[in-house]
């Protein structure tokens, strides 16, 4: 299988993440990535280096105001000196202009970037620094490039990227996800292929920025399953099984909330129920984590590596050209492993193969 990557995916380093107010030491790391297209290539598949997606790819998901600061904001808080003076050396939002703040009237752009992160971000664990745009534009470009390659007739890419993009939504990032890579795929499917696109997330969190991206459009269904927000988890909020699209996108939204310690049996169940939603679709993207393995450092599900490689079998039982796109996945020591199990079991030709 082709799998699309490039060396810019490192240049973000977001060294750290504000959780609860202290700085602790972040998991998604770019020896992620690299170890990934390690084992891709060991696994012989084929490593190719992605085109640039095009400013009007990105906004056909993404409001100009958030991608301009995602641009900027590492240079603009260089210029704040709040590097030097208090020492933080990332951009990081104090505080947070939620609508009720202005009993809904419209927001005022401030002249603060510390300020100006909190009009885009919705959590403090998502740093910006030196190269993290030129991370986040390759990683959006690794996504379009396997769009390429899956219109042209490969008939399953993976893009092997980070950061991550399925907490970002439209206008917000957050979750360690800056641009939403899965939703500027899908979006990018929809315009070359007829009929309704589906997005099916394996991560362990819920995607609330893609699922809010498509909730009002039949033609992205999205479906998920995750650790259930309601027994504590991020994204907290949202990915709550009552969340099924709206107007037009009613019914094209289907969350499956487990509880923590599921095992493989309920995990490949809701896995063929994700795969049933989008039977009917001309084409799939994956959301790929990998961080529903058992020993994973950020979730508390209990899937293995079997898990995996059947769940890439019961996708690939759609029949559908399928762009992957890796969301996370944070121990390092089996990331490459997991990653693989999925793609050989999604090639693996019968489907009748042992599927949990
Ligand atoms: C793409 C993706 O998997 N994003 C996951 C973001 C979830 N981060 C939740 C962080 C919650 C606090 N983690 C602190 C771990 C302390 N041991
Ligand atoms: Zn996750």
Same mark, same amino acid.
């Given at each position: 299988m082709k799998v699309v990557y490039s060396p %810019?995916? !490192? &240049?973000? %380093? +977001?060294?750290?993440e504000i959780w609860v107010g202290v700085r602790i030491v972040g998991t998604e790391v770019a020896r992620r990535v690299e170890l990934i297209a390690a084992a891709a290539q060991a696994h012989g598949h084929q490593l190719l280096a992605p085109r640039s997606v095009t400013a009007a790819e990105i906004r056909a998901v993404h409001d100009p105001g958030l991608v301009e600061f995602l641009k900027i904001a590492w240079s603009l808080w260089q210029e704040s000196g709040y590097p030097r003076e208090p020492g933080q050396d990332r951009v990081v939002p104090y505080v947070f202009p939620l609508h009720s703040l202005t009993s809904g009237r419209a927001t005022r752009k401030p002249v603060s970037v510390a300020a100006l992160a909190g009009l885009y971000a919705? %959590? !403090?664990?998502t740093l910006i620094g030196p190269g993290t745009w030129e991370a986040i534009e390759a990683a959006a470009s690794c996504a379009v490039t396997a769009v390429d390659l899956v219109v042209a007739g490969d008939p399953v890419v993976f893009a092997?990227? &980070?950061?991550?993009?399925?907490?970002?939504?439209r206008d917000f990032y957050g979750g360690s996800c800056y641009l939403n890579n899965a939703a500027i795929a899908a979006s990018r499917l929809v315009d070359q292929m007829d009929g309704p696109i589906s997005v099916i997330d394996l991560d362990a969190h819920h995607g609330n920025g893609t699922q809010e991206i498509f909730y009002r459009r039949a033609d992205v269904r999205y479906g998920s399953v995750h650790i %259930? +927000?309601?027994?504590?988890?991020?994204?907290?909020f949202l990915g709550f099984g009552d969340e099924r699209g709206e107007g037009p996108g009613e019914g094209a939204n289907l969350n499956i909330p487990v509880p923590p310690g599921t095992r493989d049996r309920d995990w490949l169940t809701a896995v063929e129920e994700l795969r049933d939603f989008a039977d009917g679709s001309t084409a799939l993207v994956v959301s790929l984590g990998v961080d529903a393995w058992s020993g994973d450092p950020e979730s508390p599900l209990e899937v293995t590596h079997q898990g995996y490689q059947s769940a890439g079998t019961v996708l690939a039982d759609l029949g559908l050209p399928t762009v992957i796109v890796l969301e996370g996945g944070y121990d390092l020591a089996e990331i490459g492993s997991l990653t693989m199990s999925f793609l050989e079991g999604f090639v693996k030709t019968s489907s009748t193969g042992p599927s949990g």
């Open positions: %810019d995916l !490192t &240049r973000h %380093d +977001p060294a750290a919705f %959590d !403090t664990m092997a990227v &980070r950061p991550p993009g399925h907490h970002a939504g %259930d +927000p309601a027994a504590g988890y991020f994204p907290h």
